[in-house]
C-alpha cells in the first residue's frame, strides 16, 4: 500500500525546528503536538524545545499542564517557579499538583522541602514520601530530574530553599550518626569530583532514615553548584 505521507522520514533538526516553532505558539499548542505521533512526543520533550514554550500566567500554567494530562511539565514549571523565579506560593501549589498526578520527581522534591521546613506534621509526611520513594530505589532518578531542571539556568539564578546551619531531621539523641551527615556529603563529593570510588553509594550504608534523609537534603540544596 502506497503511503500517505512521508512525514516520519524526516531528518531530526526538521522536527526540532516545527516542534520549536509550535512551543513558542503556545503550551497548548505544543501539548497538542506531542500527542499527534511518537516522533511529535519525543521531540516535544526535548529540552530546547521545553525552553521555547510560551509561559502563560502561572495559574492558567497549572491549569493547562494538568488539563492536557502533562504532569511532568507541570513538575519542571513548579521547579522553575520554586527555586528560579521565586514565586513560591505558585510553585508549591504546583508542586503538590504534580505530585499528586504520580510524578516521581515531584514527590521527591515535595518531601525535601517538608524536611526542609521542620514543622512537625509535614516532617512525617515528607518523611512518609522519603520511604517510599527510598524503597523503591527512586532517589538518584528524582535527585536526576530535578538536577537536569534546575542546571538549564545559571547557578546564581538557582536559589534553593534555606536549611538552618545546624538543623538536622534527625532528632534522636542516642542516633551514633545523627549531625554528621553534612561532612559525610562533603566527602563524597569531593571524592567524586577526584574520579575516587569513595564518592560511590551516598549514604546507603547508613543505618539511621532520618540521618539518610539529612544526606539527601545536603545533595539537594546543593544542586546549583555541582
Ligand atoms: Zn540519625
Known sequence: ??????????????????????????????????MTCCVTRDVGDEDTVLRMVAIPPPHEMNWLCTEIGHPE?????????????RNHAIGWEMLQNAASNGVDAAKYALSMELLIRMDDSEDKKGLELFRTLEAG??????????????????????????????????????????GHMGLLYDYRRRATERGSVHGVGGADHIRCIRCRVDYEVERYVDIPRV
Do not use: Q
Not at 1 to 6: A, I, K, N, V
Open 1 to 34: 500500500m502506497e503511503r500517505l505521507s512521508t512525514a516520519f522520514e524526516l531528518p531530526c533538526d526538521v522536527w526540532l525546528v516545527i516542534a520549536i516553532k509550535v512551543a513558542t505558539n503556545s503550551i497548548a499548542d505544543l501539548c497538542r503536538f506531542r
Open 73 to 85: 511539565l507541570l513538575f519542571r514549571e513548579a521547579l522553575r517557579e520554586l527555586y528560579i523565579r
Open 137 to 178: 530505589d527512586l532517589l538518584p532518578a528524582c535527585y536526576s530530574s530535578c538536577f537536569a531542571v534546575l542546571i538549564i539556568s545559571w547557578p546564581d539564578e538557582v536559589h534553593m530553599l534555606k536549611k538552618g546551619e545546624e538543623h538536622t531531621v534527625c532528632d534522636l539523641t542516642r542516633c551514633m550518626t545523627r
